[in-house]
């Protein structure tokens, strides 16, 4: 069974319209998974305990989502609130790599410069608290 039987089918349909699914497909997501990146692969490089510290923010944020993609680029930094919340200074654990690259691709992209900021510190404060 492939992995992307595991992804509800209206998830893109639920978060963005006909039009953004037409531009997230032509910049090569696809518009089953809302991925760049097959779900295989991610599971491999996770598999393969990818150190992601090695890796640039630009490099991880390839891994963003169709989703947070088109939203940071239509600059609705109102869907990032809940995303972006308060930083838990003790916490510790893993996050996906397209977790964090959604967060790297906010930092790096969204034009409003106090979502940008506040994405940048969520992100530093992630990579230095993987365990």
């Known amino acids: 069974m492939s992995l992307e039987n595991h992804i509800p089918e209206n998830l893109l349909e639920r978060y963005l319209s006909q039009e953004e699914i037409e531009r997230i497909t032509e910049v090569g997501f696809s518009p089953k998974t809302g991925l760049r990146i097959p779900l295989e692969e991610l599971v491999k490089k996770k598999l393969q305990l990818l150190d992601i510290r090695s890796m640039t923010m630009e490099q991880v944020a390839k891994y963003v989502d169709a989703i947070t993609y088109i939203k940071t680029e239509n ?57």
């Open 75 to 131: 600059n609705e930094w109102t869907f990032f609130q809940t995303m972006l919340g308060p930083i838990q200074e003790n916490h510790q654990g893993e996050i996906s790599l397209t977790g964090l690259g959604n967060i790297a691709y906010v930092a790096l992209h969204i034009k409003d410069p106090n979502v940008r900021k506040h994405a940048q510190m969520m992100y530093d404060h992630l990579l230095s608290s993987m365990v």
